[in-house]
């Protein structure tokens, strides 16, 4: 018997499974689809800045670690499979372009300075020194530039490369990915103190391991019905447009508002998201798209010309109080969950394997994850909030 089977192949059950594997665990990851698919495939890669010395709560304290382990993952992925994931740390620049923008932008800003984040006001002429391609002066179809601020220390990686890595070197690891296994419930024995999971149901019989961590991102839900977690998790989407230009036109990530410009270093350039409560719906849709291509022109305007190469949305897991869920799962010893991360789920994949790890194998997380307890009371129909 293997010791922990984890359901779900995405950027959280993989990370997992690759940090449990190299401790030395025996671990299947199984997923219903293929896995390195899903959400964590069709993210932008946006490594927002975290800084462990002005963390004030769990969640911060885990974005910090995660901050601090994305350089060291990456080196380490390479080495071990030869795949290099694209993290680099690229800068972000945040935009504002009107009144009411630039009132939460100063705000953030100073949320920003108060965690230690280096954070520069730029104007108009560092802005322009910064990312000639922006357009920085007023237009008939653009709104102008109000202002702007750049995070040096924020960073990108490329997820779907990210992912590749993480397979291979799970592979390398021991780890056995299974696809094309569904698992429809865990099956539970004994009392709500001293009650385990035996196994889990899947179209391919019942498989059963020591421990067990549910890892299904938006599909989460129905499995932990059953344990009685009120907090919800449910899908919200997001689409994508990648352009292509010959030679890359911005440096930075640049963030307007929700939505984003991502460069590549190869000249692709992904602008996103929309975020749109739809249900288990995974199309672009001709509004999502038309919208974040006048995002793009408006912003650089050259892009007008750039080819489109692809269009993709994703399934964000999203929690009905804005928090992942990250823990052991209610009146059992041996199940785990780590889910829900909705905007956020490639920025803090690191730190949540590390922290469940230890969670798994008897260790203190040294991380507080009260915030993210399976158990927490939650206000059952609260909006999700950006992570
Ligand atoms: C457009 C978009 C942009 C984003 N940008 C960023 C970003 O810039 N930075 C960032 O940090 N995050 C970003 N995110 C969020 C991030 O992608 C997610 O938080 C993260 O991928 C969630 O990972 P996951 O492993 O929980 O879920 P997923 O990647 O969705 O993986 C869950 C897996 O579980 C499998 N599964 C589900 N149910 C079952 C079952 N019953 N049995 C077996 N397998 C099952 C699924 O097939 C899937 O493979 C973005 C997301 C989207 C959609």
Redesign the pocket.
Known sequence: MNDCLI????????SLAYELARGGQSVTV??????????????????PPANASAAQNGYEQLAALSCEMHPRWAADLREATGIDNGYRCCGGIYLARSRAEADVLAQQAAAWRKRKIACEQLDAASLARYEPALRTAESADAAPILAAYRLGDEAQLR?PRHLHALLAACQRFGVDVRAG????ALETRGDRVTGKVTGVI?NVGTLSAETYCV??????G??LRPFGIRVAVKPI????VLFRTPAPILRHVVNDGLRYL?PRDDGRLLA??TEEDVGFDPRNTAAGVQGLIELATSLAPSLANATVERTW?????ATSDGLPLIGRMPGVTNAFC????????????PATAVVLARLIRGEDPQIDLAQMRLDRPTHADGEPIDG
């Open positions: 359901i779900g192949g995405g950027v959280i059950g993989l199984i997923d219903r689809g293929p896995p390195a698919r899903e959400a964590s495939w069709a993210g932008a890669g946006i490594l997820n296994v569904e698992c429809t899947t890892a299904s991102g938006a599909w989460t129905g499995l989407r997001g689409q994508i991502v996103g998201s949305a994703g399934l964000r897991p780590a889910a829900g991360h909705f905007r956020s789920g490639l920025q803090l994949s």
